[in-house]
């Protein structure tokens, strides 16, 4: 294929789908289907990683002469893959129907393989393309530390410092507000709430050391 992903019944832009990588955060391509034919066209999308996408409308059915926008989201990443290089692959698949036919009402076998019917595919690569973030970090991690052993600190790790720090913070102030309703509902049972209130001081005191840490971890 060059330029635009094409078969008998339909054509897809673009033929190569390319996502803006950055650690823990989506990124979507949205590809435009054609149906270049004056009949009643399904397609289903399928791909050999099928956890680390999101694909909407994974199944359709096109009008004639008509078209619609497949939206594929990569899910936020935890770690870089090997020189941002990418081996998933998508295939689209598209077969004629009958006039009308609605997606709910496509036959299960609609994509299999047999005699009786047409059934065309189209391949698509994926490729990762690095953000200012992401060439950053690779720098980083390129490089060695200064003379006082110092090392950077992506931005994005930094807003999830920050993004934990507060989380803390709010878990914190919910356990001190279940603390004082625990005051004041008190009854008979006078040793169990003691041992409630008694761990959940101890828990609050550990989250408050958790913040502490992050806080002085964060740069200032």
């Excluded at 530390?145 to 913070?169: F, H, M, P, Y």
Aim: proline share 5%.
């Amino acid at each position: 294929m060059s330029g635009v992903g094409e078969n008998q019944l339909i054509s897809i832009q673009p033929d190569e789908l390319k996502f803006l990588f950055e650690l823990e955060k989506q990124s979507y391509c949205d590809l435009k289907v054609s149906n270049k034919t004056d009949n009643y066209v399904a397609f289903k999308v399928k791909t050999t990683s099928p956890k680390k996408y999101f694909v909407r409308p994974n199944t359709g059915v096109i009008q004639p002469w008509d078209s619609c926008i497949i939206r594929v989201t990569l899910q936020a990443q935890r770690e870089y893959p090997p020189d941002l290089q990418c081996k998933d692959k998508f295939l689209l698949q598209s077969t004629t129907v009958p006039p009308h036919t609605d997606v709910d009402e496509l036959p299960q076998d609609t994509f299999t393989k047999d005699s009786s019917k047409t059934l065309t595919e189209c391949k698509l690569k994926v490729s990762y393309i690095a953000t200012s973030t992401t060439q950053r970090s690779s720098e980083s991690g390129a490089t060695s530390g200064d003379g006082n052993g110092s090392e950077s600190i992506s931005v994005t790790a930094i807003q999830r410092l920050k993004e934990e720090r507060d989380a803390a913070v709010q878990q914190t102030q919910q356990l001190q507000h279940d603390l004082e309703m625990l005051k004041k509902r008190r009854s008979n049972s006078a040793n169990g709430l003691s041992l409630k209130l008694a761990a959940m001081v101890g828990l609050i005191g550990l989250i408050i050391g958790f913040i502490l840490k992050l806080t002085l971890a964060s740069p200032t």
